[in-house]
């Protein structure tokens, strides 16, 4: 089984549990047990919901920057908290990234360059000859510090990304040993030309 369905099945289970314990509280006090048990039964629907409808999210976005790049790689990325400081930094002003990080990305590369998508809307394209460096490092995406990629340009910015443990999106982030692999990948493409 996957990291991110034994994440997802241990997140259901906390859920569950907490659930059965307010049933329970609330079953033994004057309260309708039928109401409390609608009730904790939407709240689990909303919990599942939520991460299910985030994990098609991501893999449609990745999509529209694979089928608007054929042939190229990806990976689900996350931002930085200080990607947008960065880009503006590179010469490009990107709107509604989120200050702690955690925006929802793809990262696509082939022979010919890397690029940064958000959706179907390339954010940051650049040749590889605009990539001084690539290596890992961590990265704060929505208030917690994980394994990340550094590109770093000849602009002299410093392009932080968090992907995600598997190349089509979903919850959990990639391991350091997972990142160090997409580094070398990421090495390969570029040191081809």
């Known amino acids: 089984m996957s990291r991110?369905?034994?994440a997802f099945a241990l997140s259901a289970v906390g859920v569950?549990?907490?659930?059965i314990a307010n049933w329970r509280?609330?079953?033994t006090s004057d309260n309708?047990?039928?109401?409390?048990g609608l009730a904790t039964a939407l709240i689990l629907a909303a919990v599942v919901g939520g991460i299910v409808l985030s994990m098609r999210r991501d893999r449609a976005r990745r999509a529209a920057a694979a089928s608007a790049r054929p042939g190229w790689s990806t990976h689900a990325v996350w931002s930085d908290a200080a990607l947008g400081a960065q880009l503006r930094r590179q010469g490009w002003h990107v709107e509604r990234l989120r200050p702690s990080g955690g925006t929802r990305l793809t990262l696509a590369w082939s022979d010919d360059g890397i690029e940064?998508?958000?959706?179907?809307e390339v954010l940051a394209p650049l040749s590889w000859e605009e990539v001084a460096a690539i290596t890992p490092t961590t990265g704060q995406s929505g208030g917690a510090v994980r394994p990340a990629v550094s590109?770093?340009?000849?602009?002299?910015?410093?392009?932080?990304?968090?992907p995600t443990a598997r190349p089509?999106?979903?919850i959990l982030p990639a391991s350091a040993a997972a990142v160090t692999r997409l580094v070398t990948t990421l090495r390969?493409?570029?040191d081809l030309n």
Request: glycine share 8%.
């Open 25 to 27: 509280r609330f079953a």
């Open 16 to 19: 569950v549990i907490l659930s």
């Open 116 to 120: 940064l998508w958000r959706g179907a």
């Open 188 to 190: 390969a493409a570029r």
């Open 168 to 170: 089509d999106g979903g």
């Open 32 to 36: 309708d047990p039928v109401l409390v």
């Open 4 to 6: 991110q369905r034994i």
């Open 151 to 162: 590109l770093s340009t000849t602009s002299d910015a410093h392009l932080v990304l968090v």
